[in-house]
């Protein structure tokens, strides 16, 4: 099945500083890849999502860029605020058929 | 958007018995999953839920740990069979929604359930 690895676990930035996160996944034929920020006793929550049709995509302060080739994609978070801390999570999937996590990187947003 | 609750919330259970969480969604999906989240861990597929046909399990899940029950398309249950301590987690129910082309994955609120 399908492996998805992230990176950082952990992740520490200064109010104003940029966030990058990084995954990486194994089956090629993922074209779905979201990723959800989750606080604290609280349930998962869609934050922006990337198809395998496109390279990049962005909301606001928050962006995704996905290489296919290289079977990876980022998110990236610009002008963090103390709200933005959370526990992140990429994922993958194929047609929306079965979601595979990440292992989850823990942003503080340092005031 | 889709309103998905769970019940129970929260349980503590001896170790031997068996718990039932029910997901309920307010409207009718095709694809319904459950997860299991450990303690500062990520999420963990455990199977898709089949209206009207067996559930498909993930690698490391059988159904006679994890029996599912799917009777429609706006309800499922899963048990948590013979518990052990090492089944403490929250256990999560999802949708998916096809809105266009896209589709967008909604998590119910969990249950935690805690195994002495």
């Known amino acids: 099945g399908e492996n998805v690895e992230q990176h950082p676990s952990t992740l520490s930035v200064q109010e104003g500083d940029s966030a990058v996160i990084k995954c990486t996944y194994s089956d090629s034929a993922s074209n779905y890849f979201p990723w959800y920020k989750q606080e604290l006793g609280k349930r998962p929550q869609l934050i922006i999502d990337?198809?395998?049709?496109?390279g990049e995509k962005k909301d606001q302060r928050i962006a995704v860029t996905l290489n296919k080739t290289a079977k990876h994609f980022s998110l990236h978070i610009t002008e963090t605020q103390p709200e933005d801390s959370a526990v992140y999570f990429c994922?993958?999937?194929?047609?929306?058929?079965?979601?595979?996590f990440g292992t989850g990187t823990s942003l503080t947003v340092i005031p | 958007s889709a309103v998905i609750s769970q019940k129970p919330s929260r349980d503590i259970c001896q170790r031997g018995t068996s718990l039932t969480i029910q997901c309920q969604v307010d409207?009718?999906?095709?694809?319904m999953f459950w997860y299991r989240q450990q303690p500062g861990q990520s999420l963990t597929l455990i199977a898709t839920?089949?209206?009207?046909?067996?559930?498909?399990?993930e690698s490391g899940f059988v159904i006679d740990k994890f029996p599912i029950s799917r009777p429609n398309l706006t309800f499922s249950t899963l048990t948590v069979s013979n518990m052990s301590p090492e089944d403490s987690s929250i256990y999560l129910c999802?949708?998916?929604?096809?809105?266009?082309?896209?589709?967008?994955?909604?998590f119910g609120p969990g249950t935690r359930l805690t195994v002495l």
């Open positions: 994922a993958a999937s194929i047609n929306g058929n079965q979601f595979y």
């Open positions: 999802s949708v998916v929604l096809l809105a266009g082309a896209a589709d967008t994955q909604y």
């Open positions: 990337i198809r395998s049709n496109v």
């Open positions: 839920a089949n209206q009207g046909s067996e559930a498909t399990y």
């Open positions: 409207s009718q999906v095709t694809m």
